[in-house]
């Protein structure tokens, strides 16, 4: 099983910069593990994800602006240039059988962090 642990959210303004981090622990790696957003009335939504291999697939609106990086079990999400549309709760998740070849989706994942709060004003 594994325990995902969120930090480094926070309120920035437009422009600025922010860096999440993601501890995983447990008695298993993660294969893949993700980041994803979620905003108020609004659907959760993959920003990255990041294979055992290193491999990486962002969402377009994240493409450019923030990376991933993955340290075998801890993942964190550099993000810059924050825009007030990044605003939301952002989720570590995280799976035992590996990234697929497509836009992730919550149903891929079977672990999950309880969320960082980024808040970006303009």
């Known amino acids: 099983q594994v325990q995902l642990v969120e930090s480094g959210g926070g309120s920035v303004q437009t422009g600025g910069s922010l860096r999440l981090s993601c501890a995983a622990s447990g008695d298993s790696t993660p294969y893949c593990m993700a980041w994803f957003r979620q905003a108020p009335g609004k659907e959760r939504e993959a920003v990255a994800r990041i294979d055992r291999d290193g491999s990486t697939r962002y969402a377009e609106s994240a493409r450019g602006r923030f990376t991933a990086f993955r340290d075998n079990a801890n993942l964190s999400l550099q993000m810059n240039n924050l825009k007030p549309e990044d605003s939301a709760m952002y989720y570590c998740?995280?799976?035992?059988?590996?990234?697929?070849?497509?836009?992730?989706?919550?149903?891929?994942?079977?672990?999950w962090g309880q969320g960082t709060q980024v808040t970006v004003s303009s």
């Open positions: 998740a995280a799976n035992l059988r590996g990234c697929f070849g497509r836009p992730p989706r919550p149903a891929d994942f079977g672990y």
